[in-house]
């Protein structure tokens, strides 16, 4: 009984921003707050994020600037971290948990054959300000999660998290037992090339019918039956 209670277990991984909350500008604004403090030089322009991974955007961003060698990934993330402390009450009044979101996390924290942590381009200090600033870090396992700051190439995200579940949970957890549930086209890239299910949710910015790939699509968390059954349906 207990193998078969095993094999039904489901790995479900979340991205973060515009699935689950929205920064609405803070995100910006502490980017830029570290980026100057570790560059001595004040942000001007951005690359496409949508996707990435904290240490690629930095990387890229540097080179919009024309900083041939940046200071290293390691002093952004500390000086990151700490420009969303300082902003965190502005994050918590600014931003915003995406329609359903909590109710979504919360049921499934309730179902015993269910794991759920996040897989996103943040680092782990930012990931866990971010959602515990919108009360949503008491329904995840973050420990078993995967962040920016574990590998800068985001499919190979998926297999850090699947580790750290299997250690955890002693079972198996493959494509067919790993949901990614994000809101871009570089969410269903990640979960494609990383080994994982993919439900796309229209909510982030892209539209439904331009989430091609994915396994499945809803407009957004609103209904957290559809999502359960669709998270179960994968598997």
Known sequence: ????????????????????????????ASFADAFERVTGRP???????TGRTEPDIYAATAELHGIDTPPPFAAFAEALASAYLVRQDELRKQGRVMPGATEALACLACLPDVHQSVLTGNTKAVSRIKLETFGLGKYLDLDIGAYGDDDGHRPSLVSVAQSRAVARHASTFDRRRT????????DIA?????????????????AASDLIGADLVMDDLTDTEALINGIRSLH
């Open 43 to 49: 942000l001007e322009r951005m690359p496409h994020i």
């Open 179 to 186: 949901v990614l549930i994000g809101d871009s086209l570089g």
């Open 1 to 28: 009984m207990a193998n078969e209670q095993n094999s039904a277990t489901v790995l479900v991984l979340w991205d973060i921003d515009h699935t689950l909350i929205e920064t609405r500008g803070v995100g910006r």
């Open 190 to 206: 990640t979960a494609l090339q990383g080994g994982a299910r993919i439900i796309a949710v229209a909510a982030g910015g892209t």
